[in-house]
């Protein structure tokens, strides 16, 4: 056989395929069977472990090249796909997903097939590229976004009940049932010594687009650019997040006057009173402030070779259907905002 007629090589030689069994609703014999279908003839070996509480992600993927492995594929939702994360941060092998939790949010933002089959085979055809990580003072990676205020809030009342049931939809039910939370006076501190001081009712680190429910909360964010986008909330009342939520369905937050846009490579948020904290999802033991920064290009993670186009309707239709299920809702006593006064500060060692 000449080098024309040659068959190509296979892709990748040995996959490793973590999977969380409480993630697929207890179907992972159907979803295995899917990723096995999907891989099959792209690889030469492969070997599935469970992960679970008793079992480190992050040391099992840390470990994936010294035992042979040159690509990993993870089954789970956005929780399991960090902890994997975590292990490769500075490392070459790649990681794929196949999203199979009830939020699936940083599958939506490299558009990764739903289906478990149509995911596996789609990362191990397509590309393996850099991807940004964000990290706090205290070295906790997140991939999708981080903050401070109203959306840790939401984050701890979009339980695991509420999630199991509606999915991601959880994060904007939750965004509605905690209007009464109160704004405070931040202050954000980024690249170059900028300070600003505002009142907000949160203050989003975001590393990706889309964040919370999937929504654009963060339309000019790039998954390879380097830098963290930091988006603050003024809104008030119902009336003014109804506002905002539909703007950010069509990608239109920009040019509210209740939304500012920041771009830094380093953040550090501080607030009159400590604030809560989220960290791509979790609600952790930590108020402000806290300092984040962005790690370029420090994972890489297997993404489909195209990229198929967003589908705005049903995201509309499934936001409409979340509303149905809100709750009485209340407001706090709206404040006047205090403009951004950027002012000098030292540079940050």
Not at 155 to 182: H, S, T, V
Not at 290 to 307: C, E, N, S
């Amino acid at each position: 056989m000449d080098a024309a007629s040659s068959p190509a090589p296979l892709p990748y030689r040995k996959i490793l395929v973590l999977f969380n069994p409480e993630a697929g609703r207890g179907q992972f014999d159907k979803i295995r069977e899917g990723i096995e279908a999907g891989i099959e003839g792209l690889t030469h070996e492969v070997e599935f472990v469970e992960i679970g509480p008793e079992t480190n992600a992050r040391e099992i993927t840390a470990a994936a090249r010294k035992n042979g492995f040159d690509g990993i594929l993870v089954a789970g939702g956005d929780g399991t796909v960090a902890e994997a994360a975590a292990g490769l941060v500075g490392e070459a092998t790649p990681l794929g997903i196949i999203p199979t939790g009830t939020a699936n949010i940083v599958a939506t933002n490299l558009a990764v097939p739903s289906s478990p089959r149509e995911a596996a085979r789609a990362a191990l055809l397509g590309i393996a590229a850099p991807f940004d990580v964000g990290r706090t003072d205290d070295g906790k990676i997140f991939l999708l976004a981080a903050g401070a205020g109203y959306d840790a809030d939401l984050i701890r009342d979009a339980d695991r009940e509420l999630k199991k049931r509606f999915g991601p939809l959880a994060y904007i039910i939750a965004m509605f049932k905690n209007l009464r939370a109160k704004r405070a006076r931040f202050t954000l501190e980024l690249d170059d010594g900028v300070r600003v001081h505002l009142h907000a009712k949160t203050v989003l680190v975001c590393n990706v687009g889309r964040t919370m429910g999937s929504l654009p909360l963060a339309p000019d964010a790039r998954i390879d650019d380097g830098k963290l986008d930091v988006v603050v909330f003024r809104f008030n009342d119902f009336g003014q997040l109804l506002v905002l939520f539909v703007k950010a369905i069509f990608r239109q937050l920009k040019g509210d006057p209740a939304v500012q846009f920041f771009t830094s490579s380093w953040v550090r948020i501080s607030a009159s009173r400590p604030m809560p904290v989220q960290v791509d999802g979790e609600f952790i033991d930590r108020k402000t402030p806290i300092d984040f920064t962005v790690l370029p290009g420090a994972v890489q993670i297997m993404r489909p070779a195209t990229r198929p186009a967003l589908d705005f309707a049903g995201l509309a239709e499934s936001a409409m259907k979340a509303l149905k299920d809100i709750p009485g809702r209340r407001t706090d006593e709206p404040k006047p905002s205090v403009p951004e006064t950027p002012a000098a500060s030292p540079p940050v060692s």
